[in-house]
């Protein structure tokens, strides 16, 4: 191969590397919607290199997302592992919602619904998957009313997300508070029944694909 050739994969890589690192501050300080202009800015490349490894917002999102993504893993683990489901449950709660509220891009992307063959949208389900089973190990504990589920996770995502977005400049510890209210009306022993049922995964669906 000639010098000029192996000098420009070097020299691609090292674009792609630097994008990537940009797109991990840009998305974390501004969301998913933020300027791929101000990526490619930081990494001080054109917009036209950012699309030669990128072809499009959703291919740099999924380069990126996902390995964030993975700490909600860690988080799942240590939930499961507490001796108290209920603790266990709390735990992860808190820990999803303060990886949230540390990385705009992640509390988007958490909010959102993202194409199912996309790297996002695997870790998404993988994720669900896991909080699944913290979810009713807390119910069979007797600890966590027995009507609350995944689906209502997920809308309880949402709100929880929106209050992270509107606040994390102003007061960004201000979701703890939300999350302390909540956390107290899925107790067991505080509940009472609820005449509205929770979503079915079809609205769920049309809710997402909406937003």
């Known amino acids: 191969m000639p010098p000029h050739a192996r000098h420009l994969r070097a020299d691609a890589v090292r674009n792609r590397d630097k994008l990537l690192t940009c797109a991990v501050q840009v998305f974390g300080e501004r969301g998913l919607d933020a300027p791929l202009e101000e990526i490619a800015r930081r990494a001080k490349v ?3 290199t950012l699309y ?32 108290d489901p209920w603790d266990g449950l709390v735990r992860f709660l808190d820990g ?12 988007d992307a958490l909010a959102r619904r993202f194409p199912d063959d996309s790297a996002v949208g695997a870790a998404c389900r993988s994720g669900f998957a896991q909080a699944d089973l913290i979810i009713e190990r ?17 809308t309880l995502m949402w709100a929880i997300s929106q209050v992270i977005r509107e606040s994390m400049e102003v ?26 049922p929770p979503l079915t995964d079809g609205q769920l669906e049309k809710i997402v694909r909406g937003r």
Do not use: K
Not at 96 to 102: D, M, P, Y
Not at 143 to 150: G, K, N
Not at 181 to 195: E, H, K, S
């Open 96 to 107: 999803v919602f303060e990886l949230q509220a540390r990385d705009h891009g992640l509390n």
């Open 171 to 196: 007061a960004p510890e201000a979701w703890r508070r939300h999350l302390a209210f909540v956390v107290d009306g899925l107790r067991a022993d505080a509940a009472r029944p609820i005449a509205v």
């Open 46 to 48: 054109s917009i036209g």
């Open 52 to 83: 030669n490894h990128f072809p499009t917002r959703q291919d740099l999102i999924d380069a990126v997302v996902p390995e964030r993504l993975a700490a909600l893993e860690q988080i799942a683990v240590e939930a499961l592992a507490d001796p």
């Open 138 to 154: 807390a119910r069979r504990s007797g600890r966590l009313r027995p009507d609350f589920d995944t689906r209502d996770l997920v």
